[in-house]
């Protein structure tokens, strides 16, 4: 009996393990939910399994939806599972399916070969996982053909036994016309009339049966025109079927000659090899001749590495230029923010001035108007005040000159205020230019780096030339350096930057708190013995307020006044005062008790990146378990793929010996090798010779934790011409996360590996 497994969507099985293997060429079925029809591809295996058997069928549609359907119960002896395997045949010839055998009758290389281009079998493992999670909806599940038999067919209805597919589709009115069969079979679903007995209809939507059995099925009693209709239906079918099983012969048949003289021209192959092995020998004396050649190569070869000396000569004095000129850039950009600064101040006090003007000319006017009612007064009285009339004519005299004075001081305010504005304007424009040109220098920067970084790459990657080139490498140590300086100074002169804009904006929240402090001693009204005059204050009941005025970098309103207490002369417009153009990084304020970071990615790209509050570019460490079917030939040839070794943190040897290479990350990349938040990390990546084989792993180092990660691949080498191979695809997979590997030289290696944290060795300390 076959039940569907939800829980697979592979086959896990080694080679020697598979003892029977049928396929069947892709058939066009019809979903249940009655959304279109797809083609799916047959498997039927028999997989012995502990001490006995399990047979297995796996649909794989074009969709990529994978359905496995295992036998139920344990698994059978080797002897009893042939009539499981029938009864799988049986299931799939139902569907539609033609299964034929898969010759498994090759060397243990061949039948790998074969088997691995079945779709349904993967080694055990792997931890492949099927595409798309499938459900039931769409799975084919056999049913009982016999809810609707009538009695008289219950011998055919045990004979045919369970339907394969479950179409759910309504019976029509009336019979449709049967479907002419086609090289590879479609099933149909065929519904008959009430009168008409539903054996004809099953026996037209399931796939032709051979002849034998239907020579052993006793023949149904329908009408005699359905009878003969079906039996020349049935001719034909059994004719074409036939005809389809001859040309599969012949076509197998050719495939074994063309296999068979393959292998012929293997042997041939191996033959030559021999012969052209014993030339070799010969051609050793012609080695002396070619040293000439060799020489001059190694000239040439010497030639290109000093024009790259040449070249990176260029790009140093270039990067000190670069230095030098953001270092008069920074030393103008804060001689700017002085100017800015103390143009600020100025024209802080020439507003305390003006407003102190203002209140001036306004106790003048208001001593105007009280004299004026005292010399209306005095004329009255003239007779008995002409003394005072003379004091108050004297008096009236000077408070006119006092007031065209005041007026005279505030147009001089005025064009003053209008001067100090120009000149702020011209400040902020030049404040932009200085960013713009910040910008591009750091464009500049990042361009020269990328092209550092990829000439050191390709200095890493030139394994021949490795002994010539360490004193590039040495070189390269240095400006490394020299960038990691220049970097320090950058970073300094931003937190210099944010400094000086944090005392900014102290400065201008004590400027605010003075004008509340002013304008709180100026509310009150003076006590005139006439008719005071009455004030508004604008003055915030909180000083809470005023805090947030100063924090939005925005000056106070003047106190509002009546329009007929101030005269047209004292009303000067505000200005704003301008925000500051290079913001502090977010987050900065938040973070500056915490330490940085002792190492830091090579890429200026990615250092301007996290300054400036972003979150860190992080690598996720994807894996090709995701995918049934692979994605290339990284898993059929070489080491396969890289993949994160659960539990292991570290590697062990017997002595330091035993390492063959070790390789480190002249950088640290930010990458997520579990999925979840970015870490900093260093690359290493180690070979180690062992009792009978090799062992290669790539090992990642969180340098905030200590935390270590192991990669290894797929397929660890057995034999020292494989470990080139290996070592290739380890440095592959580290430069696809961003970190760039040097080899340590043998006279490091000791040291290195007594610093090394995924080592754990034996003679590590001495």
């Given at each position: 009996m076959l039940a569907l497994d939800s829980s697979i969507g592979c086959i896990e099985a080694i080679g020697t393990d598979v003892l029977d293997l049928f396929s069947a060429a892709p058939v066009v079925l019809e979903r249940r939910t009655g959304k279109g029809r797809v083609a799916h591809e047959a498997y039927i295996c028999a997989v012995r399994r502990q001490a006995g058997v399990k047979v297995y069928v796996g649909l794989?549609?074009?969709?990529?939806?994978?359905?496995?359907?295992?036998?139920?119960?344990d698994p059978e002896p080797e002897n009893e599972y042939h009539r499981t395997l029938d009864e799988a045949l049986e299931f799939a010839k139902g569907l539609g399916f033609c299964p034929e055998r898969v010759n498994l009758n090759y060397s243990p290389a061949m039948r790998e070969v074969v088997l691995r281009n079945i779709k349904i079998l993967r080694p055990p493992g792997s931890k492949v996982q099927a595409l798309l999670r499938h459900g039931t909806a769409d799975a084919p599940t056999p049913r009982h053909a016999a809810k609707s038999t009538p009695a008289d067919t219950t011998g055919t209805d045990a004979e045919l036994g369970e339907l394969p597919l479950s179409f759910d589709d309504p019976a029509p009115d009336h019979e449709p016309p049967l479907v002419a069969p086609l090289p590879v079979p479609v099933p149909v679903p065929v519904a008959v009339a009430a009168p008409v007995s539903p054996e004809p209809a099953r026996l037209a939507s399931a796939p032709p049966p051979e002849p034998a059995r239907l020579a052993s099925t006793p023949p149904p009693e329908p009408a005699p025109e359905v009878a003969d209709t079906l039996e020349a239906e049935l001719a034909q079918v059994t004719d074409q079927h036939q005809e389809f099983r001859r040309q599969t012969a012949q076509e197998r048949a050719l495939?074994?000659?063309?296999?068979?003289?393959?292998?012929?021209?293997?042997?041939?192959?191996?033959?030559?090899?021999?012969?052209?092995?014993?030339?070799?020998?010969?051609?050793?004396?012609?080695?002396?001749?070619?040293s000439s050649n060799e020489q001059a190569e190694l000239r040439t070869q010497s030639e290109t590495l000093g024009k790259v000396a040449a070249q990176l000569a260029e790009l140093t004095s270039a990067h000190e230029a670069m230095g030098a000129?953001?270092?008069?850039?920074?030393?103008?950009f804060m001689e700017q923010s002085n100017r800015l600064v103390t143009a600020q101040q100025e024209l802080a006090k020439r507003r305390q001035e003006q407003e102190a003007l203002c209140r001036k000319l306004e106790e003048s006017e208001a001593s105007c108007r009280e004299q004026a009612g005292r010399l209306a007064v005095a004329e009255e009285e003239a007779t008995r005040q002409a003394r005072l009339?003379?004091?108050?004519?004297?008096?009236?005299?000077?408070?006119?000159?006092k007031r065209e004075k005041a007026t005279g001081e505030a147009q001089v305010l005025r064009a003053e205020v209008d001067r100090l504005t120009e000149a702020r304007d011209l400040a902020v424009a030049a404040h932009q230019e200085l960013l713009e040109e910040c910008d591009r220098l750091r464009q500049s920067l990042e361009t020269a780096q990328q092209h550092g970084a990829e000439q050191l790459a390709e200095t890493v990657r030139a394994g021949a030339l490795e002994k010539r080139v360490e004193k590039l490498l040495a070189e390269r140590q240095q400006q490394a350096t020299e960038l990691a300086n220049l970097e320090a100074a950058l970073d300094l002169a931003m937190s210099e930057r944010s400094h000086y804009e944090q005392e900014?904006?102290?400065?201008?929240?004590?400027?605010?708190?003075?004008?509340?402090?002013?304008?709180?001693?100026?509310?009150?009204?003076?006590?005139?013995?006439?008719?005071?005059?009455?004030?508004?204050?604008?003055?915030?009941?909180?000083?809470?307020?005023v805090s947030q005025e100063a924090r939005e970098e925005e000056l106070p309103q003047l106190d509002a006044w009546q329009e007929d207490e101030v005269p047209e002369a004292c009303q000067f417009p505000e200005f704003p005062t301008p925000s500051p153009a290079w913001e502090a990084p977010a987050g900065a304020e938040a973070h500056e008790d915490q330490a940085p970071l002792s190492h830091r990615h090579t890429s200026v790209a990615a250092d301007w990146y996290q300054w400036s509050g972003g979150g860190a570019p992080s690598v996720q460490l994807a894996s090709s378990d995701d995918d049934f079917f692979p994605a290339d030939d990284a898993a059929t040839d070489g080491c396969g793929l890289f993949l994160l070794a659960p539990g292991a943190d570290s590697l062990t040897c017997r002595s330091p010996e035993g390492v063959v290479q070790f390789h480190r990350s002249v950088n640290v990349a930010s990458l997520s090798p579990e999925g979840k938040a970015p870490v900093v990390c260093q690359g290493y990546i180690l070979a180690?010779?062992?009792?009978?084989?090799?062992?290669?792993?790539?090992?990642?180092?969180?340098?905030?934790?200590?935390?270590?990660?192991?990669?290894?691949p797929e397929r660890q080498p057995e034999r020292p011409e494989e470990l080139p191979q290996a070592l290739d695809a380890a440095l592959a997979f580290a430069e696809s996360v961003g970190l760039l590997m040097e080899q340590v030289p043998v006279q490091d290696r000791a040291a290195a590996l007594a610093r090394c944290p995924v080592l754990a060795c034996a003679g590590k300390g001495t």
């Amino acid at each position: 009996m076959l039940a569907l497994d939800s829980s697979i969507g592979c086959i896990e099985a080694i080679g020697t393990d598979v003892l029977d293997l049928f396929s069947a060429a892709p058939v066009v079925l019809e979903r249940r939910t009655g959304k279109g029809r797809v083609a799916h591809e047959a498997y039927i295996c028999a997989v012995r399994r502990q001490a006995g058997v399990k047979v297995y069928v796996g649909l794989v549609a074009a969709d990529k939806k994978v359905f496995v359907y295992s036998s139920t119960g344990d698994p059978e002896p080797e002897n009893e599972y042939h009539r499981t395997l029938d009864e799988a045949l049986e299931f799939a010839k139902g569907l539609g399916f033609c299964p034929e055998r898969v010759n498994l009758n090759y060397s243990p290389a061949m039948r790998e070969v074969v088997l691995r281009n079945i779709k349904i079998l993967r080694p055990p493992g792997s931890k492949v996982q099927a595409l798309l999670r499938h459900g039931t909806a769409d799975a084919p599940t056999p049913r009982h053909a016999a809810k609707s038999t009538p009695a008289d067919t219950t011998g055919t209805d045990a004979e045919l036994g369970e339907l394969p597919l479950s179409f759910d589709d309504p019976a029509p009115d009336h019979e449709p016309p049967l479907v002419a069969p086609l090289p590879v079979p479609v099933p149909v679903p065929v519904a008959v009339a009430a009168p008409v007995s539903p054996e004809p209809a099953r026996l037209a939507s399931a796939p032709p049966p051979e002849p034998a059995r239907l020579a052993s099925t006793p023949p149904p009693e329908p009408a005699p025109e359905v009878a003969d209709t079906l039996e020349a239906e049935l001719a034909q079918v059994t004719d074409q079927h036939q005809e389809f099983r001859r040309q599969t012969a012949q076509e197998r048949a050719l495939l074994q000659e063309r296999l068979q003289r393959a292998e012929e021209e293997r042997d041939q192959g191996a033959r030559e090899l021999a012969q052209l092995k014993r030339q070799m020998s010969e051609t050793s004396r012609a080695a002396a001749k070619r040293s000439s050649n060799e020489q001059a190569e190694l000239r040439t070869q010497s030639e290109t590495l000093g024009k790259v000396a040449a070249q990176l000569a260029e790009l140093t004095s270039a990067h000190e230029a670069m230095g030098a000129r953001h270092t008069r850039l920074e030393a103008e950009f804060m001689e700017q923010s002085n100017r800015l600064v103390t143009a600020q101040q100025e024209l802080a006090k020439r507003r305390q001035e003006q407003e102190a003007l203002c209140r001036k000319l306004e106790e003048s006017e208001a001593s105007c108007r009280e004299q004026a009612g005292r010399l209306a007064v005095a004329e009255e009285e003239a007779t008995r005040q002409a003394r005072l009339q003379g004091k108050a004519a004297k008096d009236l005299h000077k408070l006119e000159k006092k007031r065209e004075k005041a007026t005279g001081e505030a147009q001089v305010l005025r064009a003053e205020v209008d001067r100090l504005t120009e000149a702020r304007d011209l400040a902020v424009a030049a404040h932009q230019e200085l960013l713009e040109e910040c910008d591009r220098l750091r464009q500049s920067l990042e361009t020269a780096q990328q092209h550092g970084a990829e000439q050191l790459a390709e200095t890493v990657r030139a394994g021949a030339l490795e002994k010539r080139v360490e004193k590039l490498l040495a070189e390269r140590q240095q400006q490394a350096t020299e960038l990691a300086n220049l970097e320090a100074a950058l970073d300094l002169a931003m937190s210099e930057r944010s400094h000086y804009e944090q005392e900014n904006r102290a400065l201008m929240r004590e400027l605010a708190a003075l004008n509340a402090q002013l304008l709180v001693t100026e509310s009150a009204p003076p006590a005139l013995p006439a008719a005071p005059v009455q004030q508004r204050s604008s003055l915030p009941a909180d000083p809470v307020e005023v805090s947030q005025e100063a924090r939005e970098e925005e000056l106070p309103q003047l106190d509002a006044w009546q329009e007929d207490e101030v005269p047209e002369a004292c009303q000067f417009p505000e200005f704003p005062t301008p925000s500051p153009a290079w913001e502090a990084p977010a987050g900065a304020e938040a973070h500056e008790d915490q330490a940085p970071l002792s190492h830091r990615h090579t890429s200026v790209a990615a250092d301007w990146y996290q300054w400036s509050g972003g979150g860190a570019p992080s690598v996720q460490l994807a894996s090709s378990d995701d995918d049934f079917f692979p994605a290339d030939d990284a898993a059929t040839d070489g080491c396969g793929l890289f993949l994160l070794a659960p539990g292991a943190d570290s590697l062990t040897c017997r002595s330091p010996e035993g390492v063959v290479q070790f390789h480190r990350s002249v950088n640290v990349a930010s990458l997520s090798p579990e999925g979840k938040a970015p870490v900093v990390c260093q690359g290493y990546i180690l070979a180690l010779a062992l009792e009978k084989r090799f062992q290669v792993a790539v090992a990642l180092h969180a340098t905030q934790g200590g935390r270590n990660w192991l990669y290894l691949p797929e397929r660890q080498p057995e034999r020292p011409e494989e470990l080139p191979q290996a070592l290739d695809a380890a440095l592959a997979f580290a430069e696809s996360v961003g970190l760039l590997m040097e080899q340590v030289p043998v006279q490091d290696r000791a040291a290195a590996l007594a610093r090394c944290p995924v080592l754990a060795c034996a003679g590590k300390g001495t």
